[in-house]
């Protein structure tokens, strides 16, 4: 048994921490966290957007919610059926079990361990690290190809780096906020785009000779932003998913009949566990080796205990990439 403080979603724009007392059944782990982040969907709840129930969630996504699922950590107990952890333990999680804690419980398939020479930081966001490393490293880029991702979040940041490592020629990231697009610059996009100021279509099409982005990957997970996408993409190009869009969007897809796009889904919720526990290594290899900058990427730290200022703070400002909260 241990205690711990843990966040309740109590209603849209109210959370707080909560006593809890979490018991380690026969296949589970309880872990200390480290280091603790604030997803995108994260917002969304505390929005008050609950997506439909997925496979994801053990719980049913409405109010209230014990909320996060972006954390790593320490084993201190393990089941007694479980062999695959021991105390002592470093791990990275890899699902919803009410994250935003001193400490989590998690099933054995919902942990894998840290990548030895990974620092705990990054360890600790190893979830929406190797999400995003998945994508730039399954999005089809071939050397010197002409690469636009739609969105300069933290998977957007981190998707345009590696695209631009495995052989890039430019790099576009398109976003609506400066700070970010400052961001993408400095961690190596050849061409930030604000598209708020310009046209992103006519933008690409002139840098591209009118030909368009030979790969559009879509991480901004807006309805506005796929159809950009879809007009960005060159003929016979390759559209790759990767945003949780979680609302019915109406989408202008004539182009992906008349120019035979390609597409191809990098959203990893699809993956099965087995499958993850092999892609995790690889999509995290590149980050254990320095190639790709996380850290920059960790723009505002909290307490957990501030988790109501946190959250406040993520929702007044949209520029903030990745909000991370310490025990
Ligand atoms: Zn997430």
């Known amino acids: 048994m241990q205690a711990t403080q843990a966040a309740l979603l109590t209603a849209p724009h109210n959370i707080g ?3 809890r007392q979490l018991e380690c059944g026969d296949d589970e782990v309880i872990v200390k966290n480290h280091l603790m982040g604030i997803c995108g969907s994260d917002k969304s709840f505390y929005r008050g957007q ?34 695959e952890f021991k105390p002592g333990d470093k791990v990275m999680a890899f699902g919803w079990n009410n994250n935003f804690a001193a400490y989590f419980k998690a099933k054995v398939f919902e942990l894998e361990p840290v990548p030895e020479g990974l620092d705990m930081d990054i360890a600790s966001l190893g979830e929406p690290v190797a999400c995003a490393m998945f994508s730039g490293l399954n999005c089809g880029v071939q050397l010197g190809d002409t690469v636009a991702v739609m969105g300069g979040g933290f998977a957007g ?27 993408a610059r400095k961690l190596g996009a050849d061409t ?24 559009v990957v879509e991480a901004a997970g807006s309805e506005q932003s ?27 897809i004539s182009r992906w009949h008349d120019d035979g796009i390609e597409f191809r889904n990098t959203c990893l919720v699809h993956h099965t566990y087995k499958e993850r526990q092999v892609w995790t290594p690889q999509a995290l290899r590149p980050v254990v080796r320095g190639l790709i900058d996380v850290k920059s990427l960790i723009t505002d730290e909290f307490s957990l ?18 909000v991370v909260l310490r025990p």
């Open 17 to 19: 921490l909560v006593e």
């Open 50 to 83: 609950l997506p439909p129930k997925t496979a994801e969630f053990r719980q049913e996504p409405k109010f209230p919610f014990y909320l996060g699922h972006e954390s790593g950590g320490e084993v201190v107990e393990t089941g007694r059926k479980v062999r």
């Open 305 to 322: 205990a501030d988790i109501d200022k946190a959250f406040a703070f993520v929702d007044q400002d949209d520029a903030a990439v990745k």
């Open 157 to 183: 940041q981190i998707i345009a780096q590696c695209a631009k490592k495995k052989g890039a020629a430019r790099v576009i990231v398109i976003d609506v906020l400066d700070g970010k697009l400052q961001l």
């Open 192 to 215: 930030a785009i604000n598209a708020a100021a310009v046209d992103p279509v006519a933008a690409v099409r002139e840098l591209t000779g009118g030909i368009g982005a030979d790969v």
């Open 226 to 252: 796929i159809n950009t996408a879809t007009a960005i993409v060159k003929h016979n190009g390759i559209f790759v998913w990767y945003s949780w869009i979680t609302r019915p969007v109406t989408l202008d």
